[in-house]
């Protein structure tokens, strides 16, 4: 249920350009953990059940920081060849 709230999120925050599948985000999650650029903890939800908890580590916001800034330089290439086009 938790998952689905964030796909949900992911989707609206993203003007219904982005649609995650709830069964695509365990496994990014699970391998973001085991990377180490998240980390998980179990907590209760709103409604008082069982959840568990991501936020990012500070090796996780360095690859993040990493990853923007080639996401950034993709981008403004790929906004170069359409120009001139």
Do not use: C, D
């Not at 085991?34 to 916001?61: D, M, P, V």
Request: hydrophobic share 40%; charged share 25%; no cysteine.
């Amino acid at each position: 249920m938790y998952i689905l709230r964030h796909a949900q999120r992911i989707q609206q925050v993203s003007k219904e350009v982005l649609q995650v599948q709830q069964g695509s985000l365990y496994p990014a999650l699970y391998r973001l953990e085991q990377q180490g650029w998240i980390a998980a903890e179990w907590g209760a939800s709103e409604n008082n059940r069982r959840a568990k908890f991501y936020r990012l580590t500070n090796r996780g916001r360095k690859q993040l920081e990493r990853e923007v800034s080639n996401w950034t330089r993709l981008a403004a290439a790929i906004a170069q060849v359409l120009e001139t086009a």
